[in-house]
């Protein structure tokens, strides 16, 4: 089967300005994860969604930090604007069941300058 | 308060020789837990779940509720195992992550 696809792959901009993540989960996976991943540390939930509702978003920063998934598949992450602190590797993941396997996208590496 | 600790950052061995990577969690109902990988240049990857007692790769790993702790074991370390290794504690629909430990196995 296909796997999780994200793009893009790598994104560099400027503090202030804005980006956007786009992820499209696995075919008939309900649930979509985003995770933010600071170097040297483990991927932290950003938000969850379950088809096209959000389960749980409670550390989405949501000031400058949004997502929508729409028609419950593809999803997109928006950061406006970004911070110097927001560089990361942003990965999508996507699921069937609860507690089933979380499988992964190749990540989307932002730096912020 | 939920919590995962890998407390190595970095576990270096041998070929051929036994490896532990350890975790220890913080969490007050039952837990899930589990293991993912890393590869270089790979993708995360779920390794293996305690509920399954399963053992994936040649590794193990039992859930020591009496210790809080979730080690993952190897007997005989290959070279093809050196990767990222991230534990995770599964609460309500999400994963918390730990820092992860980098393994090395050299010949």
């Known amino acids: 089967e296909a796997g999780v696809a994200q793009s893009p792959r790598y994104k560099i901009i400027e503090k202030r300005q804005s980006v956007a993540f786009w992820c499209n989960p696995i075919?008939?996976?309900?649930?979509l994860y985003w995770y933010q991943q600071i170097l040297g540390q483990g991927p932290k939930l950003l938000i969850q969604?379950?088809?096209?509702?959000?389960?749980?978003d409670s550390q989405l920063p949501k000031d400058r930090f949004s997502a929508e998934r729409l028609k419950g598949v593809d999803s997109t992450l928006k950061i406006q604007p970004a911070k110097l602190e927001d560089s990361a590797v942003y990965l999508c993941a996507s699921s069937d069941r609860r507690y089933n396997e979380q499988f992964f996208g190749p990540g989307t590496r932002l730096t912020v300058l | 308060a939920q919590r995962v600790t890998q407390p190595e950052k970095l576990l270096s061995v041998f070929k051929g020789a036994p490896v532990e990577l350890k975790c220890n969690y913080s969490y007050s109902g039952s837990p899930e837990l589990f293991w993912y990988v890393q590869y270089s240049r790979q993708r995360l990857q779920l390794l293996l779940r305690h509920i399954s007692r399963e053992s994936i790769k040649g590794f193990t790993a039992d859930l020591n509720k009496g210790e809080t702790s979730f080690h993952l074991k190897k007997p005989f370390a290959q070279e093809e195992d050196s990767a990222m290794y991230y534990c995770a504690l599964g609460s309500g629909y999400a994963l918390n992550f730990g820092k992860g430990t980098s393994l090395l196995v050299t010949p």
């Open positions: 075919s008939g996976h309900a649930t």
């Open positions: 969604f379950q088809n096209n509702g959000v389960v749980d």
